[in-house]
């Protein structure tokens, strides 16, 4: 096989799969399940309103919706800072699982799952950029000030870690395992 | 010019032979249901147009005031990078960086290098390595994050509007233009038309 075979027509490097999807995505997979506990358990945001400090994890930045009674706001943050990134990060898992043992299990269902993982990983910076926001606007000192904790930074890299983790599967491995034992594509 | 097509599903790999589509309708793959190929009606000039109206926007909405937080007698006024700022500051260099990247930096690379394609492509000329510069655009686009960043915007409203008054500048408007701009910008382009240029210029 020749190594650096290139497209004629934009130069792009071919591969017929994307090279080593298999390892690297466990890799991204097992990073992302390691960082998302600091994500979760420490805090976020540190606030500090006329003296008094308090520290804010994002489940607690949830339930604090709750209490104030927006709970439109709780289920966005909770959907998109705890239920997105453990669901993508149990699907490519799922996927690669699949994958691994050659499975022939609804292909079709396992491409759009993988589609969804990749739609939806985005959404999961929400926290990160209302960190950002609360940051800019509540700076007045004594009165009112808010500082960025340690687990946003985790919760960051859970982020940046299951996008890429998404970006290096490659869904036609899922078509690989079918192939072999039927050849009823059309 | 244009023969009979073979095109690779991006999903799952099955070939298949593009016939004519018609512009606005879309060939699905027969295996996964991806699509495969949607033509655009007069892709290069529409997506120019949002491409330059997107450029102003975008300098509009990271010059002008963004949001200003009002308690009492208190008034502290912001632009869409004052966070980033404080965050550099916090010692939180790391995610300063990623929030520069996703919503100053991708977003404006993506306008220019846009506009350095289309430019030439609406005159019938070729711009200088449109491969490469088009990858680029293909391979960034998932991590700009503007919609998400307004999502942002909306629960840090909610969040502190018992605290304090939140004034919108010109800014967050622009913002929010730049958005729907940028998501025609998607439906308008005609991919496969880009890369039939670097065809039928050889």
Known sequence: MQRAA????????????????????????????????????????????????????????????????????????????????????????GLLISVQRRSQWRPVDRTRLYGLTEAIGRWSMLDIYVVTILVALVHL????????????????????????????FDPRLIWDGTENSNDGAT | MKTAHLI?????????????????????????????????????????????????????????????????????????TTGIFQLYQQGMGPIATLVLLTVVVVPAVHL?????????????????????????????KPWGMLEVFLLGILVSVVKLAKMATIVPGISLFAFLILIFVQAAMTVTLDSHLIWQHIDDHR
């Open chain 1, 141 to 168: 000192g004594a009165l009112a000030n808010i500082e960025a904790g340690a687990g946003a930074i985790f919760f960051a890299a859970v982020v940046v870690i299951t996008m890429l983790a998404a970006e290096n």
């Open chain 2, 8 to 80: 690779a599903c991006h999903e799952c790999d099955l070939i298949h032979q593009l016939g004519a589509v018609p512009p606005g309708g879309s060939a699905r793959c027969v295996r996964c249901g991806a699509a495969l190929y949607r033509p655009k009606r007069d892709s290069i000039n529409r997506t120019l147009a949002l491409t330059l109206a997107g450029l102003i926007l975008y300098i509009i909405a990271n010059t002008f005031p963004f949001l200003a937080f009002k308690i009492g007698s208190q008034i502290r006024e912001t632009t869409l």
């Open chain 2, 112 to 140: 220019v290098s846009m506009l350095y394609i289309l430019v030439p492509l609406q005159s019938n000329r070729m711009p200088r390595y449109l491969a490469r510069v088009f990858r680029m655009i293909i391979l960034l």
């Open chain 1, 6 to 93: 290139t497209c004629p027509r934009c130069g792009a490097t071919l591969h017929s799969r994307k090279p080593n999807s298999i390892a690297r995505t466990w890799a991204l997979v097992l990073a992302a399940f390691v960082f998302y506990i600091p994500a979760n358990v420490l805090p976020i945001t540190h606030t500090t309103s006329l003296g008094a400090v308090q520290s804010d994890t994002i489940m607690s930045g949830v339930i604090y919706f709750i209490h104030s009674g927006s709970w439109p706001v709780a289920l966005v943050i909770f959907i998109a800072s705890i239920f997105v990134p453990i669901l993508k990060l149990l699907i490519l898992t």
